[in-house]
């Protein structure tokens, strides 16, 4: 099955700096979300792109996407002590039984220095 | 909105001995779903249900694992018997529906499993 798969696995930034988290993924999509998981929580929705947006915005947030290179991308600009977090990106894939399931990469550990 | 709702945030327990976790979704969510994060991994789906029928439990180990949707509402997952590979966070999720695009999940804080 597809699976996204963030890189880097550990960012480690100063306050004020920007950060950028990438993703790829294997087969064709219809959309791609971002997850955010602060440690001992849930994952957090940030952000949904679909397949025929290239970029989008929220907040400090700016998500990209390439569907020819099979990858997306995270921009944290600004970032905050409170941003320290992992980060996934999830895509769709379709089971055996034609369903559909979320499937999460490993992520990128974000730590955001004070 | 209240949250998903799930309990207990933590369990120890021997190996070969049976755990069950408890969730309850946003109201007027259909779909729940049960992930397994293991630590430094991303989470992986176990088992999906649609109102109080399985969608997908191509991943749930049914050897050991269960799990059902009271009155496409609650749900329960048990492990019986408990495994040392066991360990790890067990996210429940739900969504407003089953749609194309995929709808956004929200998830609870989990329930981490300590297996001796």
């Known amino acids: 099955s597809q699976q996204g798969e963030e890189d880097p696995q550990a960012l480690s930034i100063q306050e004020g700096e920007n950060a950028t988290m990438n993703c790829s993924y294997k087969?064709?999509?219809?959309?791609l979300q971002w997850y955010r998981q602060n440690s001992g929580r849930g994952l957090v929705h940030l952000i949904l792109?679909?397949?025929?947006?290239r970029e989008k915005h929220s907040g400090r947030l700016r998500v990209t996407l390439d569907t020819s290179k099979k990858s997306s991308s995270l921009l944290i600009t600004a970032s905050r002590a409170a941003d320290t977090a992992s980060y996934f990106c999830?895509?769709?894939?379709?089971?055996?039984?034609?369903?559909?399931?979320?499937?999460f990469g490993k992520g990128t550990k974000l730590t955001v220095n004070p | 909105e209240a949250g998903v709702a799930q309990s207990p945030r933590y369990k120890i327990i021997e190996k070969r001995q049976s755990v069950a976790f408890w969730c309850n979704p946003i109201?007027?969510?259909?779909?729940l779903y049960w992930y397994q994060q293991i630590l430094g991994q991303g989470p992986k789906l176990l088992i999906q249900?649609?109102?109080?029928?399985?969608?997908?439990d191509s991943q749930l180990p049914k050897d050991r694992f269960s799990a059902e949707r009271l009155k496409g509402v609650d749900s329960t997952l048990k492990i019986q018997p408990a495994k040392l590979e066991d360990s790890a966070v067990y996210l429940c999720?739900?969504?407003?529906?089953?749609?194309?695009?995929?709808?956004?999940?929200?998830f609870g804080n989990g329930t981490r499993l300590t297996v001796t």
């Open positions: 109201s007027g969510h259909a779909t």
């Open positions: 999720a739900s969504s407003h529906r089953r749609s194309r695009p995929f709808s956004p999940l929200h």
């Open positions: 087969t064709s999509i219809n959309n």
């Open positions: 792109i679909r397949s025929n947006e």
């Open positions: 999830a895509t769709v894939d379709i089971t055996q039984g034609g369903s559909e399931k979320l499937v």
């Open positions: 249900f649609q109102n109080n029928g399985v969608v997908d």
